[in-house]
């Protein structure tokens, strides 16, 4: 299926608050963007909730600028802000952190119309959306991503969690927020690798749904990186349509929303062999989009062509698209512990063309045949690269 491009999100200077809605019945809910939003969560809160106690989570990095605003804006509406405050970095995003933010609800005899608020990039919003979907069976929460992935990507669908010793996202919940409030304000001061990374996502929306989308990307990828407001802000509310779009008509993940999953496969295998230390999320699926296109150029579900206009992009965006060292066992064996395996399947979302994509098994014979043709190939450009030096 093909998503048409809205035409309220063209690249035109960005003006007035956009409101994305994700029609799920009771569920729904409502995604708005805007600059300067932040300094309004309070008004907006107090209209979602009748308690009084709002837990905010966030992480050390983001407290240090955002929350003091927030926890005032709360106040001027009655509200009572308690702060929860988590190392950064996806090796927090552990059941031992999920403990914490539970500790802390308890000890403040949080109840079921209290809400909590997610108040930083993905792993604030995975690990708060986990607590409030087993705290006390459910209690509310909002999202207010401050990164570029968690503003077009996680922060949007209701999928929480956090990751196991032997995969990433292993342990979770669907849990959908009340509200989703960006402020692409926040963007300005995301350190230049997390921006850079965030951009992964977006080209995958490109290449899953809307190959018009793809297309302006290649146009206006100098000025996304320059951080302009008026390319980036009909990017981020694209993203959003698509992802609502998809979350609508699978909530669940049984069908449609595993084409969200493309560049992943490769990408949280990537993420979980260096222990969440080197490669952070983004750089992992920007080497996901291109490498796992290689496959599928490889099972003959697209032609070359398809590899190389995603990998100009990847790498106009600034992102890497080459694996590093890493044997063959050991990435199978790590895209067998992803939660998208079923049935000691690997299953893969792969490109057929840009804006299309196909959901099926790569057998572990054909992708074995594709990683030693990969490694002669890389093996060739760099004797290539060093005859050329000498």
Not at 67 to 77: D, F, V, W
């Amino acid at each position: 299926m093909k998503l048409k491009t809205s035409d309220k999100v063209s690249n035109v200077p960005f003006q007035a608050e956009k409101v994305v809605r994700v029609d799920l019945g009771m569920r729904s809910y409502e995604i708005a963007v805007e600059p300067g939003l932040l300094p309004t969560v309070g008004s907006r809160l107090a209209g979602l909730t009748r308690g009084r106690k709002v837990g905010i989570v966030t992480d050390t990095h983001v407290a240090s600028r955002y929350l003091t605003g927030l926890r005032r804006s709360l106040s001027r509406e009655g509200l009572e802000p308690v702060a929860i405050i988590l190392p950064p970095g996806e090796r927090s995003k552990t059941l031992r952190t999920a403990g914490t933010v539970l500790d802390v609800l308890a000890r403040h005899k949080f109840d079921r119309q209290s809400m909590l608020v997610a108040l930083g990039g993905g792993v604030v919003g995975d690990i708060t959306g986990f607590a409030a979907a087993i705290y006390l069976r459910g209690i509310p929460f909002v999202q207010i991503p401050t990164t570029l992935v968690a503003q077009v990507d996680s922060s949007v669908g209701g999928k929480t969690g956090v990751d196991h010793r032997l995969g990433k996202n292993l342990i979770g919940a669907f849990h959908q927020p009340r509200a989703v409030f960006i402020d692409p304000d926040t963007l300005r001061t995301l350190p230049r690798r997390e921006w850079v990374a965030g951009l992964a996502e977006v080209i995958k929306y490109g290449i899953i749904a809307d190959e018009a989308m793809f297309s302006s990307l290649e146009r206006t990828m100098p000025a996304l990186l320059k951080l302009d407001l008026s390319a980036v802000v009909p990017v981020i509310v694209r993203s959003c349509e698509i992802k609502a779009q998809i979350v609508v008509e699978d909530e669940r993940e049984t069908d449609r929303r595993r084409t969200l999953n493309y560049g992943h496969t490769i990408g949280h295998a990537l993420e979980s062999l260096g222990g969440y230390r080197g490669l952070i999320h983004g750089e992992a699926v920007g080497i996901g989009l291109v490498q796992e296109a290689s496959v599928a150029s490889f099972m003959g579900l697209c032609g070359e062509d398809v590899v190389n206009r995603i990998t100009s992009l990847v790498r106009l965006a600034g992102l890497a698209d080459q694996m590093g060292p890493v044997s063959l066992p050991s990435l199978w064996e790590a895209m067998l512990h992803d939660k998208k395996a079923v049935a000691g399947q690997v299953i893969g979302v792969w490109p057929v063309r840009i804006g299309e994509t196909v959901i099926k098994p790569v057998d572990k014979k054909v992708f074995g045949d594709w990683y030693k043709k990969r490694v002669k190939h890389t093996k060739g450009l760099r004797a290539r690269n060093q005859r050329s030096i000498l």
